[in-house]
């Protein structure tokens, strides 16, 4: 199965709300996410699971790249500061998962349990650039 279907599979899911590998098995004998996607087939939960922990580091690169090229292609407008200074804002904003036993969660500086995952926003309208998924704990600095 191409790289590429385990790609589009998963941004699709990711678009939808869906981050876990099981979320694929609604989708395998859906005709319309298929066809919407110009997949020949859609992978199974253990194929993109196998490929994605196999090739993660490789398909990040990929996919951060296609998304500088997005924002060149589509004529994105950064806009600066009025002294010309380019904002580039990144925060923490914790997520509360404090029903949960899933890896990584840990209390966090706003005393729930959860994530404490990291954006990074340019320019003044915002648009993301990054996002790191980090445990509770980490420290917000």
Do not use: W
């Not at 790609?7 to 098995?25: M, N, P, R, T, V």
């Not at 790249?65 to 380019?86: H, K, Q, V, W, Y």
């Not at 994530?115 to 600095?141: D, F, K, W």
Request: aromatic share 8%; hydrophobic share 35%.
């Amino acid at each position: 199965m191409p790289h590429a279907t385990i790609l589009s599979s998963y941004i699709a899911l990711l678009c939808l709300g869906k981050s876990d590998f099981e979320a694929i098995s609604a989708f395998r004998e859906d005709a319309y996410f298929a066809q919407a996607l110009d997949l020949e087939q859609v992978p199974s939960e253990g194929i993109m699971r196998q490929r994605m922990d196999a090739n993660g580091a490789a398909y990040q690169a990929v996919v951060e790249d296609a998304a500088i090229e997005f924002l060149r292609r589509s004529g994105a407008r950064f806009t600066p500061l009025d002294n010309g200074l380019m904002p580039l804002d990144c925060d923490v904003t914790p997520l509360d998962n404090s029903q949960s036993k899933k890896e990584g969660v840990s209390r966090t500086y706003k005393g729930e349990d959860g994530y404490a995952p990291m954006a990074a926003y340019l320019g003044q309208e915002g648009y993301c650039l990054e996002l790191e998924l980090r445990e509770g704990s980490q420290h917000c600095q």
